[in-house]
């Protein structure tokens, strides 16, 4: 297995400056990372420093509260994508979700899906809000509206991935193509590895480095 090519090397924290941005792009480099996620204001910064190679650049869209409106979201997706984004992680309408506006959820994720055009687009669902219940059908609606990823948390609320939801978000969004991204406390090795053997295709973690340098 080629643990670094699972790897979203994510720096979100609202107080980084560019040397935490510089370090970030500098470590991804070096253990070849699938891509890096950063906030869409430092989108450009992040094809200046990676042209040269294959990593992604992810940004995130609606984060962290998923409360902006579509039309908010879309723009904002189009816009990073002009910038350089090579993926798109919006964060659902946790507040629709739950207030059973399915309609509604699924128009928000279409309407970014559409400024994305043909860059992948990943749905953040906010698991440690959610009920089990919940988890299903916000993944059930992320199929109905044609997204390419089921994405576990933003890291910003309470609780984080968990195995037992990534494999109940696996096994509702895999038999229809869609894959999903494990996010939030991934911090070592031994989590990262529990978090693919439960279905998960990509890891975002800022502990990449300490990941890949851990001892068997």
Same mark, same amino acid.
């Given at each position: 297995? +080629?643990?670094?090519?699972?790897? +979203?090397?994510? &720096?979100?924290?609202? #107080?980084?400056?560019?040397?935490?941005?510089?370090?970030?792009? +500098?470590?991804?480099?070096?253990?070849?990372?699938?891509?890096?996620?950063?906030?869409?204001?430092?989108?450009? =910064?992040?094809?200046?420093?990676?042209?040269?190679?294959?990593?992604? !650049?992810?940004?995130?869209?609606?984060?962290? &509260?998923?409360?902006?409106?579509?039309?908010?979201?879309?723009?904002?997706?189009? $816009?990073? !994508?002009?910038?350089?984004?090579? +993926?798109?992680?919006?964060? $659902? #309408?946790?507040?629709? %979700?739950?207030?059973?506006?399915?309609?509604?959820?699924?128009?928000?994720?279409?309407?970014?899906?559409?400024?994305?055009?043909?860059? *992948? =687009?990943?749905?953040? %669902?906010?698991? /440690?809000? =959610?009920?089990? @219940?919940?988890?299903?059908?916000?993944?059930?609606?992320?199929?109905?509206? @044609?997204?390419?990823?089921?994405?576990?948390?933003?890291?910003?609320? @309470?609780? /984080?991935?968990?195995?037992?939801?990534?494999? %109940?978000?696996?096994?509702?969004?895999?038999?229809?193509?869609? *894959?999903?991204?494990?996010? /939030?406390?991934? *911090?070592?090795?031994?989590?990262?590895?529990? $978090?693919?053997?439960? /279905?998960?295709? @990509? %890891?975002?973690?800022?502990?990449?480095?300490?990941?890949?340098?851990?001892?068997?």
């Amino acid at each position: 297995m +080629e643990l670094n090519k699972y790897i +979203e090397h994510t &720096l979100l924290k609202p #107080n980084a400056v560019k040397a935490d941005f510089i370090k970030l792009f +500098e470590e991804a480099k070096e253990y070849n990372f699938y891509g890096v996620c950063v906030n869409p204001n430092y989108v450009k =910064l992040a094809a200046e420093h990676l042209k040269k190679s294959k990593i992604k !650049i992810i940004t995130v869209v609606g984060f962290p &509260l998923g409360a902006n409106t579509s039309g908010v979201k879309a723009y904002e997706a189009a $816009m990073s !994508i002009i910038s350089g984004a090579d +993926e798109i992680d919006m964060v $659902m #309408n946790i507040t629709a %979700l739950k207030n059973y506006e399915y309609d509604l959820v699924i128009e928000d994720i279409k309407k970014v899906k559409k400024a994305c055009k043909k860059k *992948r =687009l990943k749905v953040i %669902l906010e698991t /440690g809000l =959610l009920t089990r @219940r919940e988890i299903r059908k916000a993944c059930e609606l992320c199929v109905l509206a @044609r997204a390419d990823f089921v994405k576990t948390s933003t890291g910003f609320a @309470r609780g /984080g991935a968990k195995t037992e939801d990534v494999k %109940l978000m696996y096994d509702t969004v895999s038999p229809y193509g869609l *894959r999903v991204k494990a996010s /939030g406390g991934i *911090r070592d090795k031994e989590t990262a590895l529990k $978090m693919i053997e439960a /279905g998960a295709s @990509r %890891l975002g973690t800022s502990s990449g480095a300490a990941i890949m340098t851990a001892k068997k």
